[in-house]
């Protein structure tokens, strides 16, 4: 499990110590797909004065789940946090007083969030707190029910098999990331 002082915020223009990490979407090569959604969202949700709904990256390894979440915020000009699943309520609670409306929290392997106990971990809470967080923007500590920021989460899996429907249902914006590797004539 992540530790609480994982918790990275990025400023808009600084998401990756990396060179080669795209800093907008139209930079991401490949992904026209998810790019277009992406910016389809994006607009929707400066209309709307609203942020982004909440969505779920899916795909192999490598593909660019990640640069698409920092590309995503740095559109947005808001700040990122990202985490490694299982994610806990302490975690959250940290989230709680950083976080504010409108940014992002990246979980990657979200699937982890869902499962119980894979790889050896275990899931310090149920699906349900978690599912508060997404949709009542509350967590509850010590029988108290806090108000939690406007926030959208972006999820990243390489195995949506194993997210239930319940939890699936709480991304509407499903991104499929795919391999493609852009022809260049010689």
């Known amino acids: 499990m992540s530790e609480v002082t994982d918790i990275r915020p ?91 409306g409108g940014d992002i929290l990246f979980i990657d392997e979200i699937h982890m969030q869902a499962s119980q106990d894979r790889r050896g971990s275990q899931s310090s809470m149920s699906p349900e707190v978690f599912y508060n967080v997404l949709e009542d923007r509350t967590i509850v ?18 195995d949506e098999g194993m997210l239930p429907d319940p939890f699936l249902a709480r991304f509407p914006l499903p991104a499929r990331s795919e391999l493609r590797i852009p022809y260049s004539p010689l």
Do not use: C
């Open 10 to 100: 990025s400023a808009a223009g600084e998401r990756s110590k990396n060179p080669l990490r795209p800093d907008r979407l139209d930079d991401v090569i490949g992904q026209l797909p998810a790019r277009k959604l992406l910016n389809r969202a994006i607009d929707s949700a400066y209309a709307r004065k609203e942020p982004l709904p909440h969505t779920l990256f899916v795909g192999p390894p490598g593909t660019g789940k990640t640069t698409l979440a920092q590309a995503t915020a740095n559109e947005l000009g808001v700040s990122v946090y990202q985490l490694e699943a299982p994610v806990s309520v302490e975690q959250l609670l940290e989230l709680r007083e950083v976080m504010w």
């Open 141 to 158: 500590s010590d029988g108290e029910v806090l108000p939690f920021a406007r926030i959208t989460v972006i999820g990243a899996t390489t």
